[in-house]
């Protein structure tokens, strides 16, 4: 059982950046796709950004752009740089490894 620990979450204001990071117990080598979901108050988690081993990403039509997501294979950590960020990004970012979730990190954007 692989577990979860993210950080990098805060306030920022509309056009800030913020990267968040994921780190894994042990090897993600084994895991084929791993990402970010987000859930807003009073709304259903959504999906954010998608990565595979392959390399090949998804992203919500939304982030398109502003948002980046990586792997790190050696340090066993999955990154999401946040750009030009808007009050619509503010939620709760939770990452997946496999099937495993982290705890969730606050993501507030607001002037």
């Known amino acids: 059982q692989v577990q979860l620990v993210e950080s990098g979450g805060g306030l920022v204001q509309p056009g800030g950046s913020l990267r968040l990071s994921c780190a894994a117990s042990r090897s993600i080598l084994s895991f084929n796709a791993m990402g970010w979901f987000r859930q807003a108050p009073g709304l259903e988690r959504e999906l954010v950004a998608r990565i595979y081993s392959s390399g090949t990403t998804n992203y919500a039509e939304s982030v398109k752009g502003r948002f980046t997501i990586s792997r790190d294979n050696a340090n066993n950590t999955v990154y999401l740089q946040m750009n030009s960020l808007k009050p619509e990004d503010t939620g709760v970012y939770y990452c997946?490894?496999?099937?495993?979730w982290g705890q969730g990190t606050q993501v507030t954007v607001s002037s």
């Open positions: 997946y490894v496999g099937v495993t």
